[in-house]
């Protein structure tokens, strides 16, 4: 009799153990669906998480910017030959980036189910780093002194990046994980080395703003992406309009 309620006994144990590692397995497994629903939260749901004032701010931001590049760009360049959207001068430039190891700016594209939201605000702050290394190498050449405009610009790309990196938070996406990105990375001392003369470095300047120019439309259009209800600026629409040639 004893060793049949022992017998009882084991079994129900079995089945208790059997129990507990049943209700364990589910406990997980929705925990990993939960995880996985919020990590592919449809854009409008990270939209709504993000605050409309600082996409406002970012979108005001990114128009000012535009609208500077050309000022800062007479200012700072003096050489006739060397013209902002000048498709010409720009394919007879290429071989002198490529020698100046000039990296060229991330890929924008709207935001999509193929883009993420992630990876555009991403490549966002990595471009606008790349470009703020660039200007900063390019200032501290002796062959070309700095303006005014170039230090308000470079304060302005700084305020940007600050704003995108504030709405990568609201959305719960984590910016420290593209810090160590190479493509983020200007290669000091590669590029000041290369302004050997004045002439050089205006080039080095007008291939840099030319190229913070393209990429600012794509931030421009990439952020009317994010929502329908900014108002357009007649005069950057007008200017990346131009550019596309559209």
């Known amino acids: 009799m004893m060793g049949l309620c022992y017998c009882c006994n084991l079994v129900t144990l079995r089945i208790f153990f059997l129990i507990t590692v049943a209700i364990m397995n589910f406990q997980a497994a929705l925990l990993v669906t939960l995880v996985g629903i919020v ?84 490549n966002i702050t990595k471009g606008l780093q790349l470009h703020l290394n660039l200007l900063k190498e390019i200032s501290n050449a002796t062959t070309l002194a700095q303006t005014d405009q170039v230090k308000d610009l470079q304060a ?26 190479e493509e983020s990375q200007t290669p000091e001392h590669d590029l000041a080395k290369r302004l050997t003369n004045e002439y050089l470095t205006q080039v080095a300047a007008h291939l840099t703003l030319q190229q913070l120019q393209d990429f600012s439309c794509d931030i421009l259009r990439s952020i009317h992406s994010m929502t329908s209800s900014l108002a357009e600026n007649p005069n950057t629409v007008q200017l990346c309009v131009n550019k596309a040639g559209l």
């Open 39 to 122: 990590a592919s939260a449809p854009i409008s749901d990270k939209l709504d998480i993000m605050n409309k004032d600082t996409i406002e701010q970012a979108h005001s931001l990114i128009n000012k910017i535009l609208q500077d590049i050309p000022t800062t760009h007479a200012a700072w360049i003096k050489s006739k030959s060397l013209t902002l959207g000048d498709s010409k001068a720009r394919l007879e430039l290429e071989f002198l980036k490529k020698d100046m190891y000039i990296p060229s700016a991330p890929v924008l594209q709207l935001i999509s189910n193929n883009f993420s939201m992630e990876t555009c605000l991403a």
């Open 156 to 181: 302005e790309i700084y305020e940007l990046l600050l704003l995108i990196e504030e709405l990568q938070n609201q959305a719960g996406f984590d910016p420290s994980k593209q810090a160590s990105d």
